[in-house]
């Protein structure tokens, strides 16, 4: 069983910068890959970025690449994601995932664990 808790969201202007958090507990982290979603009010949930177990590949959705980058630090079982040049339609709640899969997977019904979400709001 793997437990989730993001943090770091808020409220921002357009073009600021935000850094998500996402502690995992258990000892196996580095087992998992992470990923970032997000949902607006009234859309889906919808895949932002995804990292492998110990960070060597990535994926980003093309609405933020560029602009996000995902982390992760292993020995404190944490995974980020730091948010540049911030749009008002990245406005949503943030949710971190995490699957023992061995491959990178974009698809939210994909991943076991979820944390709770963290919202954060963009102003223009």
């Known amino acids: 069983q793997v437990q989730l808790i993001e943090s770091g969201g808020g409220l921002v202007q357009a073009g600021g910068s935000l850094k998500l958090s996402c502690e995992a507990s258990g000892r196996t982290f580095s087992s998992y890959i992470m990923g970032w979603f997000r949902q607006a009010p009234g859309k889906e949930r919808e895949f932002v970025a995804v990292?492998?177990?110990?960070?060597?590949?990535?994926f980003y959705a093309d609405s933020v690449k560029g602009r996000f980058t995902i982390s992760r630090d292993n020995a404190k079982n944490t995974a980020y994601l730091q948010m540049n040049s911030l749009k008002p339609e990245d406005t949503a709640v943030y949710y971190c995932?995490?699957?023992?899969?061995?491959?990178?997977?974009?698809?939210?019904?994909?991943?076991?664990?979820w944390g709770q979400g963290t919202q954060v709001t963009v102003s223009s």
């Open positions: 990292m492998s177990w110990r960070g060597g590949s990535t």
């Open positions: 995932a995490a699957d023992r899969s061995p491959v990178l997977r974009t698809t939210p019904g994909r991943y076991d664990y």
